[in-house]
C-alpha cells in the first residue's frame, strides 16, 4: 500500500505564492507519475498539473500554466507544486495522486492512489 501526504497548504493573498509536497511512503513508486488536482467548494475534482517518473514530461491546466510548477525528487519520494501568483478562484482542497505510466493524467479515474489533501485559502 502507499500512503501520500501532502503538506504545505495555508491561507495566502491574492499574488503571493505558495510551495506544495507531497510525500510518498510505503511500497516504491517507481516508474509512478504523479499529479495534483484541487477540488473547491460545491466544484468538480479538477486536474492541476502532472508529471511523469523521470521528470521528463509535464502537464498542466490552461488555468495554472505559467504560474505554477510541478517537479519531483524521487530520492526523497517527494512532489512539490510551486504556486505563484496565486488568484482567489485557487481556493481550494489540493490533492496530490498517483498513476501508473501509460494512464491519462489528466483524468482523476486513472490514479491508483491519493492523499488526504491540504487547504489552500488564497483571500482578495
Known amino acids: 500500500q502507499v500512503q501520500l501526504v501532502e503538506s504545505g497548504g495555508g491561507l495566502v493573498q491574492a499574488g503571493g505564492s505558495l510551495r506544495l509536497s507531497c510525500a510518498a511512503s510505503?511500497?516504491?513508486?517507481?516508474?509512478?507519475?504523479m499529479g495534483w488536482f484541487r477540488q473547491a467548494p460545491g466544484k468538480e475534482r479538477e486536474f492541476v498539473a502532472a508529471i511523469t517518473w523521470t521528470g521528463g514530461s509535464t502537464y498542466y491546466a490552461d488555468s495554472v500554466k505559467g504560474r505554477f510548477t510541478i517537479s519531483r525528487d524521487n530520492a526523497k519520494n517527494t512532489v512539490f507544486l510551486q504556486m505563484n501568483s496565486l488568484k482567489p478562484e485557487g481556493t481550494a482542497v489540493y490533492y496530490c495522486a498517483a498513476v501508473r505510466p501509460g494512464k491519462t493524467v489528466r483524468v482523476g479515474g486513472s490514479y491508483d492512489y491519493w492523499g488526504q489533501g491540504t487547504q489552500v485559502t488564497v483571500s482578495s
Open positions: 510505503g511500497r516504491t513508486l517507481s516508474s509512478y507519475g
